[in-house]
C-alpha cells in the first residue's frame, strides 16, 4: 500500500498541477458520494475542518443533527489519470466523524473498521479480500443515453474482433494501473457483453475503496468509448448476469491461516469454521451482499449463479469454492455477492459470519461436489442443501432475525438499510410490469 504524509501529499500537488481534490465517501446503498474543493483548499481538507450537510445524504442523519466532517485517508490519494486536459483532479477517500470527533456509525466504511477490530481481538492481524466484479457494456444512443443494445456477441474469454469491448477494456485496465492497481487477468465474460477485471486481493478496507475506484473508472472509461458501463446484477433476461465473487481469507502475523499442510484439502480447522459460519449465515446476510430487487433475478439455477447454500472444491456451482490455490493463496471464494453491494457493509457482515463459525467452532456440512442444479429437492434436502432468499423482501425478514447479522452493521445501518430497502420493495412490488400486461391484457 502507497503510504503519504501531508508534505509529500502537497508536494505531489504542486509537481502534477492538480486544480482540484474531491473527498470522496459511500452512502449506505454503495453510492459514491463527493465534495470537490480547489486545491487552495487542501490545507483545510487536511487539517480534517471540511464540513458537509449529512442530512442530504441518503441514511445518514436528520436535519438538526446534519453537520459532518470528512476525514481524508492520506494513503488513498491518488491523481485521476483521465482530468489532465482541464487541469488534474486528484481524490482523497474519507471517513466520516460527528463534531466531537467521534466516528459516525453510520459510515459503512468506518463500520467496517469496527468489525476488524473485533477481528483483531481474536488475534488475527488481516482480513484479505480479493473481489472479482463483473460489469456489462450497452450502447449509448445519439443523446449519450444508455441503450439495451450490447456492444459485442462474445462470450467467455472471446477475442478481438468477437470481443468488441477489448479497447475499452484495454484502456481502463491501463488507467487502473497508472493509478496503482495491480491487475491479474481482464476478460471477457460468459454473456454477450460482459466483462470482467481482476485486480489483486489486498486488506479488506483497501480492497472495498479498490471496488469504489474501480467502478468509477469503469463507467468514466467506458463512456470516453461511447459505451454505458453498468453493474447491474441482472440487466438482461436469459443470460448470466453479473457477480462481485469474493475470495477471502484471514492471516496472522504474516501467515494464511487457512492454511494447513496437514488437514484434509490443505483447509485448517480455522478455515472449515469460517466456511461453516458463512454457511450459517448465507440466508441471512444476502439482503446486503445483493441488495436490489433486481440482485434475485441473478440468484436463479441455471445461469451459473449460487442459489443454494453448500460448498466444494471441485464445483462451482455451490455458494462457497474453495480454489486450488494452496499455501499463502488459500482462500474461500463466496460466488453469491454481487456489485450492486456496498462493499464495505457486505465485507463487514462476511467477515463477521465467518468470525461466528470461528468463535462457536462450527463445522460445515459436508462438501458438496455434484451439480447442484440438475439435484432434486429431495436430494438437496438429503445433502442439508437450503436455497438463499428469493426475493429481496424475503432477505430483509431474514436479516431481521440475525442478531449477529445486525450487530455487523451496527443498529444505525441496520435501521437505516432496512427502512430504505423495505421502500424499494413496495415501490416494485406496487408497480405494473409489463410481463404482466403482456401475460393478462388479452387473456382475462
Not at 459511500?26 to 471540511?50: H, R, W, Y
Not at 485486480?199 to 463507467?219: G, M, R
Not at 450492486?340 to 470461528?358: E, R
Amino acid at each position: 500500500m502507497t503510504q503519504f504524509n501531508k508534505e509529500e501529499i502537497f508536494r505531489l500537488v504542486r509537481e502534477e498541477n492538480v486544480r482540484f481534490i474531491r473527498l470522496q465517501f459511500t452512502d449506505i446503498l454503495g453510492t459514491i458520494k463527493n465534495v470537490e474543493i480547489p486545491a487552495s483548499q487542501l490545507e483545510k481538507a487536511l487539517s480534517n475542518k471540511m464540513m458537509f450537510d449529512g442530512s442530504s445524504i441518503e441514511g445518514f442523519v436528520r436535519i438538526e443533527e446534519s453537520d459532518m466532517y470528512l476525514y481524508p485517508d492520506l494513503d488513498t490519494f491518488v491523481i485521476f489519470p483521465w482530468t489532465a486536459e482541464k487541469g488534474k483532479v486528484a481524490r482523497f477517500i474519507c471517513d466520516i466523524y460527528h463534531p466531537d470527533g467521534t466516528p459516525f456509525e453510520g459510515d459503512p466504511r468506518s463500520n467496517l473498521k469496527r468489525m476488524l477490530n473485533e477481528m483483531k481481538e481474536l488475534g488475527f492481524t488481516n482480513f484479505n479480500v480479493g473481489p472479482e466484479p463483473a460489469f456489462f457494456l450497452f450502447k449509448l444512443n445519439e443523446k449519450g443515453e444508455p441503450t439495451l443494445e450490447l456492444n459485442d456477441s462474445g462470450g467467455y474469454f472471446d477475442l478481438a474482433p468477437t470481443d468488441l469491448g477489448e479497447n475499452c477494456r484495454r484502456d481502463i485496465v491501463l488507467e487502473l494501473e497508472e493509478m496503482g492497481f495491480e491487475i491479474e487477468a481482464s476478460h471477457h465474460e460468459v454473456a454477450p457483453g460482459q466483462h470482467e477485471i481482476d485486480f489483486k486481493y489486498t486488506d479488506a478496507v483497501k480492497a472495498c475503496d479498490d471496488i469504489q475506484t474501480f467502478k468509477l473508472v469503469v463507467k468514466t472509461i467506458a463512456r470516453k468509448h461511447g459505451l454505458h458501463a453498468t453493474f447491474m446484477p441482472k440487466p438482461l433476461f436469459g443470460v448470466n448476469g453479473s457477480g462481485m465473487h469474493c475470495n477471502l481469507s484471514l492471516f496472522r502475523d504474516g501467515e494464511n491461516v487457512f492454511y494447513d499442510k496437514d488437514g484434509d484439502l490443505e483447509l485448517s480447522d480455522t478455515a472449515r469454521q469460517f466456511v461453516a459460519g458463512i454457511l450459517k449465515h448465507a440466508p441471512n446476510f444476502t439482503a446486503i451482499t445483493n441488495p436490489t430487487v433486481n440482485s434475485y433475478k441473478r440468484l436463479v439455477p441455471g445461469y451459473e449463479a449460487p442459489c443454494y447454500v453448500a460448498w466444494s472444491a471441485r464445483n462451482r456451482s455451490p455458494l462457497i469454492r474453495i480454489p486450488a490455490s494452496r499455501g499463502m493463496s488459500t482462500r474461500v471464494e463466496v460466488r453469491s455477492v454481487d456489485p450492486s453491494a456496498n462493499p464495505y457493509m457486505a465485507m463487514a457482515v462476511q467477515l463477521a459470519a465467518g468470525l461466528d463459525g470461528i468463535k462457536n467452532q462450527l463445522t460445515p456440512p459436508k462438501a458438496v461436489d455434484q451439480n447442484i442444479y440438475v439435484m432434486s429437492k429431495q436430494e438437496r434436502e438429503d445433502n442439508s442443501i437450503v436455497d438463499l432468499p428469493a426475493t429481496l423482501a424475503q432477505a430483509i425478514k431474514n436479516f431481521q432475525g440475525d442478531e449477529v447479522m445486525t450487530r455487523a452493521l451496527g443498529p444505525h445501518l441496520c435501521e437505516r438499510f432496512i427502512e430504505a430497502k423495505i421502500i424499494e420493495w413496495d415501490l416494485f412490488r406496487t408497480q405494473v410490469h409489463p410481463w404482466e400486461r403482456e401475460q393478462y391484457i388479452t387473456q382475462y
